[in-house]
């Protein structure tokens, strides 16, 4: 596909209105970075939906790693974009840890194993927080802790599924007229999970990779395809139709499917992976963290979530809420869609929002 030709079909689209919704934070940074809204037409409009996986973990979550955080036997582990997110209150890992609570950051879960090597005294209470992508790393850790019978690691889950939650918004009325479906998530489950729900709403998917160009041929081919029930693959070299099956195989050897709880938007019936019963005992208490209790009750987070509203319609928005200062999770990741449009200056023209 010519790229002059994308760029130009894009500006020069006069079909009907569409909002086409990213849902995956990598993707937010990149149409922002790249400037991608000031390359379509009017008509066309993105949305950033919950595809970071900081912005969808409940408040709940983050309260109980703090109440897990005041034990001095315990030390939370943790990637660095959640230890800024508020729980109910505005505290933070990172406040805590302040307090004097054992907070380590680390770039790999794995990393945890050689924590608990050196120090068999302490419990190490892995935060596992996201999407398909991050779950086959987390499998492999409690593989790990299992073969090796180590006593001093669980994991607090968050761990949520795409498909689902896609199929929450098209059920729940946000304005979507296609997506572009998540390049990394996409590796794991192949592109076939999206169909059940392209035929079901007659909305385009388009799976696609990280670079601008990449983005365009995908926006482009959704646009393409308005009020079609399709799913089309723009990223062939890395995702294919198939996916992972043996990544997925040992997900399903220690994770099951439960329902997960969304900051903003409550339950989503099988939205979440928990540790299967017979592999519970490492589980440190996710199940039950159901509240989803604002620090500020203005913050606008779950409308962003769901497409209904722009990070700059909030009123908190670069106001209070800023990546120093964040009101919301949205603001704390570079992931998050509040502070991606905040940080590279994105404005969209007007929807039909």
């Known amino acids: ?21 990213e849902v995956c934070g990598s993707h937010t940074g990149s149409i922002a970075k790249n400037g991608i809204p000031g390359m379509l037409s009017d008509k066309i409009h993105l949305l950033s939906g919950p595809g970071c996986p900081v912005c969808v973990t409940p408040s709940s979550y983050v309260d109980k790693l703090l109440d897990l955080a005041k034990d001095p036997h315990n030390c939370i582990v943790t990637f660095g974009d959640l230890i800024r997110v508020p729980g109910s209150t505005k505290n933070n890992l990172s406040s805590a840890r302040g307090e004097g609570a054992r907070v380590e ?34 499998a492999l ?15 607090l889950t968050a761990i949520k599924t795409m498909p689902e939650v896609i199929r929450y918004l098209m059920e729940s009325g946000a304005p979507i007229d296609g997506f572009i479906a998540p390049g990394h998530v996409s590796v794991v489950t192949g592109t076939h999970i999206y169909e059940p729900i392209a035929q079901d709403f007659s909305i385009p998917f388009g799976v696609a990779g990280f670079k601008g160009p990449e983005l365009l041929a995908a926006i482009y081919g959704i646009v393409r395809e308005y009020g079609h029930g399709i799913v089309r693959n723009f990223y062939p070299s890395v995702v294919k139709e198939d996916g992972n099956p043996e990544a997925r195989a040992l997900i399903d050897k220690y994770f099951e499917k439960y329902d997960a709880a969304w900051r903003g938007m409550g339950q989503v019936k099988g939205s979440g992976k928990i540790l299967r019963e017979e592999y519970r005992y490492l589980d440190a208490g996710s199940l039950g963290l159901d509240a989803d209790r604002k620090a500020n009750p203005a913050c606008c987070c779950d409308k962003v979530l769901m497409g209904k509203m722009r990070p700059y319609d909030c ?7 800023t990546p120093m200062n964040p009101q919301g999770a949205c603001m704390v990741s570079t992931e998050g869609s509040c502070f991606s449009y905040l ?7 007007s929807s039909k929002l």
């Open 1 to 21: 596909m010519d790229l002059e030709e994308v760029k130009e079909g894009l500006k020069k689209y006069d079909g009907p209105e569409m909002n086409i919704m």
């Open 105 to 138: 950051m680390v770039y790999s879960p794995m990393d945890t194993l050689d924590l608990a090597a050196k120090d068999p005294d302490t419990t190490f209470i892995f935060a596992a927080v996201g999407f398909e992508t991050t779950t086959p790393v987390y």
């Open 141 to 155: 850790l409690v593989d790990e802790i299992v073969r090796n019978n180590i006593k001093n690691i669980k994991l």
């Open 315 to 321: 009123p908190l928005y670069g106001k209070v809420c």
């Open 343 to 349: 940080a590279n200056h994105r404005v969209d023209k």
